[in-house]
Nanobody
């Protein structure tokens, strides 16, 4: 079955960096667009970034543009989120998401990982 396993979260000071990973299994990874979402304390889940099957098309939430970079390695079945210049408002559980449909542009799907906690605090 579909499995998505996030890692790389932790505690970081404002202005710091983290790189999140999402290891995928149970499906043809290269055939799906992928996305990252986050859910902060007391907040609704929100879109962070998405990437197309081959990586050519990337989209970002306005709040992270210029600071976060999404990428993928189809040989390793892994999608990444490089986060730079982190701010306290980036504190959240970050979750990996598989697109709704095979071989299509990204739309949020129903398959989620367990999430990884990112805390930005001095």
């Amino acid at each position: 079955q579909v499995q998505l396993a996030e890692s790389g979260g932790g505690l970081v000071q404002p202005g710091g960096s983290l790189r999140l990973s999402c290891a995928a299994s149970g499906f043809t990874f290269s055939g799906y667009s992928m996305g990252w979402y986050r859910q902060g304390p007391g907040k609704e889940r929100e879109f962070v970034a998405s990437i197309s099957r081959g990586g050519a098309n990337r989209n970002y939430a306005d709040s992270v543009k210029g600071r976060f970079t999404i990428s993928r390695d189809n040989d390793k079945n892994t999608v990444y989120l490089q986060m730079n210049n982190l701010k306290p408002e980036d504190t959240a559980v970050y979750l990996c998401n598989r697109a709704r449909r095979f071989w299509s542009s990204y739309e949020v799907g129903t398959d989620w990982g367990q999430g990884t906690q990112v805390t930005v605090s001095s």
